[in-house]
């Protein structure tokens, strides 16, 4: 077996405030990135819903690929209003 100190420091473990599954240690804020997309989806939605932007603007507005943004209006999760 290894003789692994890192997994020794469990007292630091940090879990998401949403789903309560444990953080990595490089995460950033108290919740998983699953969770975190989740609540950056809802505020997307809602931005789009009251503002007529494109995708890059949304993306560049909340700081998320456009990729994200991309496979949410796919998947059907947006609502967005086509331009033509
Ligand atoms: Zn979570």
Redesign the pocket.
């Known amino acids: 077996m290894f003789n692994n100190n890192s997994f020794s420091n469990k007292s630091n473990k940090k879990t998401?405030r949403?789903?309560g599954?444990y953080l990595a240690r490089s995460n950033q804020g108290d919740?998983?990135p699953?969770?975190s997309d989740e609540e950056i989806y809802a505020e997307v939605k809602e931005y789009i819903l009251h503002n007529n932007v494109t995708e890059l603007q949304v993306a560049e507005k909340f700081n998320i690929p456009l990729k994200q943004v991309k496979s949410w209006v796919k998947d059907g999760r947006i609502d967005y209003r086509k331009h033509h």
Do not use: G, V
């Open positions: 998401c949403n789903c599954r919740l998983c699953e969770c």
